[in-house]
């Protein structure tokens, strides 16, 4: 009877890391892809408003943006999905460096998305 619950519960952890093993593999790509596509508008297709020139492999400058917004949110999904696979050490890690006040540090640092919100738009009204 032991043997059963050892071994479905081996069967279960490589199942799990196999799926963290795809998800970080796609968060990696997906990163490189939001770089890639974010240098190409950034540095290579030029802005502004005349329309000559501003094609890149045959997309012009908006195609290339949808693109960016696209692979941006698949992003987002993906590290949802890599923060809820390790929950559980990171609530470990974080309890075994901030003591009693673990609770507040991962609250500030949930919240922190908005102060670097604020400082983007600020930058970009400047």
């Known amino acids: 009877m032991k043997e059963n619950l050892v071994s479905s519960?081996?069967?279960?952890?490589?199942?799990?890391?196999?799926?963290?093993?795809?998800?970080?593999?796609l968060l990696?790509?997906?990163m490189?892809?939001?770089?890639?596509?974010?240098?190409?508008?950034?540095?290579v297709i030029p802005s502004g408003r005349s329309y000559a020139g501003k094609y890149f492999l045959g997309l012009h400058r908006h195609e290339w943006a949808n693109i960016h917004l696209y692979l941006s949110i698949f992003l987002v999904v993906?590290?949802?999905?890599?923060?809820?696979?390790?929950?559980?050490?990171?609530?470990?890690?974080?309890?075994r460096y901030f003591g009693?006040?673990?609770?507040?540090?991962?609250?500030?640092?949930?919240?922190?998305?908005i102060v670097v919100i604020f400082i983007c738009w600020c930058f970009a009204m400047f």
């Open 9 to 25: 519960g081996e069967k279960k952890k490589p199942q799990k890391n196999v799926l963290k093993f795809w998800i970080d593999s």
């Open 28 to 30: 990696f790509v997906n």
């Open 32 to 43: 490189l892809s939001v770089v890639m596509v974010g240098g190409l508008l950034a540095f």
């Open 78 to 95: 993906l590290l949802c999905f890599h923060v809820w696979m390790n929950l559980t050490w990171i609530v470990q890690s974080t309890r």
């Open 100 to 113: 009693e006040r673990w609770k507040q540090f991962l609250g500030v640092l949930s919240g922190a998305w």
